[in-house]
């Protein structure tokens, strides 16, 4: 008896079977839809991932997505944050897309939200666009967004706090990194202020995981 093989993997062309529901007008379509394409996205293989995000943007669900962004809605607003981080992680031109889509100005003030896991989100998709090229790193360089970051990373420091919200230290630390290696002439007092930062982290009994980002980033000064 003979088997046929190679049967056909998940293709990116299913992702577009929620982008009805997304562009709906109907705010219950339009969570039921979010919903369902993050969740294609967090589980589909990385391999189709940058194909899923040409047809987002070809058909204009990114362009909506960044009206969720901005949304008093939380449950589409955090959706939303996803798909950016997914966006800005993505190659260049998907990170250049999340750029230019006017989500920055949410991203930085959402940095000082109460709600933690907010704050990590944006300063995934922060650290993310800081990556990417120089010119981002320099833009959100010029708009604070490293100061932010270190003062809040200080703050954490002082109040012996790093371990307490670990995964925000963590992803603080990381975005830090990014600026470190892609913004270029930081100034001397700032980098210096970094590195005794990253120096005091290290002597505390923190994780590996922080202490992994604190060693890259001495290294990377």
Known sequence: MAFRLGLQGPSAEEVTKFFDNVLSDDEFLQISGTDELVKWLQAADPAIINDALDLMVTRGVVKRFAQFFRSENLNLQDKAGIVFGFLSCGDTRHATIAY??????????RLSSGDLDTRVKNAWILGNLAA?????????????????MVD?????????????????????????NHFLKSAPELPT????????????????????????????????I
């Open 152 to 176: 809040q990373l200080a703050a954490m420091t002082t109040s012996n706090d790093i371990s307490t919200y670990i995964q925000y230290s963590t992803m603080l630390l990381w975005a830090i």
């Open 100 to 109: 230019n889509s006017g989500i920055l100005t949410e991203c930085i003030d």
């Open 189 to 220: 007092p700032l980098i210096l202020r970094i590195q005794e930062l990253l120096c005091t982290i290290i002597v505390m009994n923190v994780e590996d995981c922080v202490l992994e980002e604190c060693c890259y980033g001495l290294a990377t």
């Open 132 to 148: 990417d090229e120089t010119e981002c790193a320099v833009t959100l360089l010029s708009k604070g967004v490293l100061n932010i």
